[in-house]
């Protein structure tokens, strides 16, 4: 891939020659989205360059007397870790210290809350989606990109409720996932699949399922040691 070439702003996190690319969603309609000082969450895929990504986590918290859902934090470049292997940063709004790693068909993300907060995190599908809240705790679905299903498997380490209709269909699909107040972070595991949900489940137990997050990041960071070894500059 070429893609910190021709436009290394773009903090992307991906494994070589995988199918799953993340990087941080900044303010909708700025060309230059390095410049902005806003983080709208992280996509589930990156799945073309320069082309939009697929679905949206963004992890919150409600402050008293707050009336209206916040759909961004404000954050400082000075604070954030990006790398091929692991994208890092403060969610200066809400003190949340996030952080997203992959695989080549799955990946993880971390989100550690401050106290005395009920975390929340937003899962959306921004073009036309579905997503279902199955019984085992995870929610799978799929988003339209160029005339294709982009399908997902989701799974939390930690149980949740939804206030939302389930399944939810349409343009900005969404569901916002509310946790108890929980010691340590959250964890959220994903899958992605290009053939359907059973693939993407398939996918996220395969690759992240029984790794925590350090893990999935260490063996990230320990591929691209290897393939950049084999470069030799004269």
Do not use: C
């Amino acid at each position: 891939a070429i893609g910190h070439m021709l436009e290394p702003t773009a903090e992307l996190v991906h494994l070589p020659h995988s199918m799953l690319r993340i990087y941080p969603l900044r303010s909708p309609g700025v060309v230059d989205a390095y410049t902005s000082s806003r983080f709208y969450g992280f996509p589930l895929n990156v799945p073309a360059h320069r082309e939009g990504s697929i679905g949206r986590i963004m992890p919150y918290i409600l402050q008293e007397n707050t009336e209206t859902i916040p759909q961004f934090s404000e954050y400082d470049h000075d604070f954030t870790i990006s790398t091929p292997y692991y994208y890092g940063l403060q969610l200066e709004d809400f003190d949340i210290q996030a952080g997203v790693t992959t695989s080549h068909r799955a990946g993880m993300m971390q989100f550690h809350f401050p106290d005395g907060y009920d975390p929340h995190i937003l899962l959306q599908t921004p073009g036309d989606g579905h997503m279902e809240l199955l019984k085992n705790g995870a929610i799978q679905g799929f988003e339209m990109r160029f005339g294709m299903k982009h399908y997902f498997y989701v799974l939390s380490d930690h149980a949740f409720s939804i206030e939302e209709s389930n399944p939810q269909t349409g343009k900005n699909a969404s569901m916002h996932l509310k946790f108890s107040k929980t010691q340590g972070p959250v964890h959220i595991r994903f899958g992605i699949s290009f053939i359907d949900e059973e693939q993407a489940r398939i996918n996220l137990e395969k690759e992240v399922l029984n790794r925590d997050f350090e893990k999935v990041k260490t063996d990230a960071e320990k591929t691209w040691n290897a393939h950049l070894a084999g470069i030799e500059v004269e």
